[in-house]
């Protein structure tokens, strides 16, 4: 079964106390934004942030009906907080198009595939190609090649996914929520890509 990461929030935020609710507006040091993950079903969006939120893996868990929703802080060097809200979907993907209520109003979009699947990326591009017609203008956007500790049934190569991201301005990484290979990379490159508030 897949990482079922429609449990409540625990609020292990890992840097308790630097980020206090600030009513839903940002600053310039502490920025709230929406994540939404986007992909097939199948390819590990749920443990990606299962891993990322609770430092877990578990392949036997239970796909939880109903939509998930966690939250996790991290700081940056400069000493900025960005807390994500993280928009995962409980396996809708699988039956109908997304609706665009799902990806409305988010600053950024994860886009994933599984390295050993290339219909997953194809798919991928379909949700990038999408995003880009009707998500936020200055959404900032990430491909991700998920399960890359697979390696041995690679059958999407690396390069395919730089030259894709590449040509639609998007950060590329590949990662593993089975190892926890690039999962914390991956969020921070997104913090730091996000475009910031100008101090008035
Ligand atoms: N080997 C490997 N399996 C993974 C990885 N991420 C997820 N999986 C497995 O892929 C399946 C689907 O994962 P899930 O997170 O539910 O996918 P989702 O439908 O995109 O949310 C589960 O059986 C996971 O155990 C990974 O990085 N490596
Ligand atoms: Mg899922």
């Given at each position: 079964?897949?990482?079922?990461?429609?449990?409540?929030?625990?609020?292990?935020?890992?840097?308790?106390?630097?980020?206090?609710?600030?009513?839903?507006?940002?600053?310039?040091?502490?920025?709230?934004?929406?994540?939404?993950?986007?992909?097939?079903?199948?390819?590990?969006?749920?443990?990606?942030?299962?891993?990322?939120?609770?430092?877990?893996?578990?392949?036997?868990?239970?796909?939880?009906?109903?939509?998930?929703?966690?939250?996790?802080t991290?700081?940056?060097?400069?000493?900025?907080?960005?807390?994500?809200?993280?928009w995962?979907?409980?396996?809708?993907?699988?039956?109908?198009?997304?609706?665009?209520?799902?990806?409305?109003?988010?600053?950024?979009?994860?886009?994933?595939?599984?390295?050993?699947?290339?219909?997953?990326?194809?798919?991928?591009?379909?949700?990038?190609?999408?995003?880009?017609?009707?998500g936020?203008?200055?959404?900032?956007?990430?491909?991700?090649?998920?399960?890359a500790d697979?390696?041995e049934k690679?059958?999407?190569?690396?390069?395919?996914?730089v030259d894709?991201?590449?040509?639609?301005?998007?950060?590329?990484?590949e990662?593993?929520?089975?190892?926890?290979?690039?999962?914390?990379?991956?969020?921070?490159?997104?913090?730091?890509?996000?475009?910031?508030?100008?101090?008035s």
């Amino acid at each position: 079964m897949g990482c079922s990461s429609s449990v409540p929030d625990r609020n292990t935020g890992r840097v308790g106390g630097l980020n206090p609710e600030n009513g839903g507006l940002n600053d310039a040091r502490n920025l709230r934004v929406k994540l939404v993950l986007l992909g097939d079903s199948g390819v590990g969006k749920s443990c990606i942030v299962l891993r990322f939120v609770r430092g877990q893996f578990d392949p036997t868990s239970k796909v939880t009906v109903g939509a998930s929703f966690l939250s996790q802080t991290i700081a940056l060097q400069d000493s900025t907080t960005v807390k994500f809200e993280i928009w995962d979907t409980a396996g809708q993907e699988r039956y109908a198009a997304l609706a665009p209520l799902y990806y409305r109003g988010a600053a950024v979009a994860v886009v994933v595939y599984d390295i050993t699947s290339p219909e997953t990326f194809n798919k991928a591009q379909f949700w990038v190609k999408e995003l880009q017609k009707h998500g936020s203008p200055d959404i900032v956007m990430a491909l991700v090649g998920n399960k890359a500790d697979l390696h041995e049934k690679r059958e999407v190569p690396f390069q395919d996914g730089v030259d894709f991201a590449e040509k639609n301005g998007m950060f590329f990484i590949e990662t593993s929520a089975k190892t926890a290979d690039n999962i914390n990379q991956l969020f921070e490159e997104l913090a730091k890509r996000l475009p910031r508030p100008s101090p008035s």
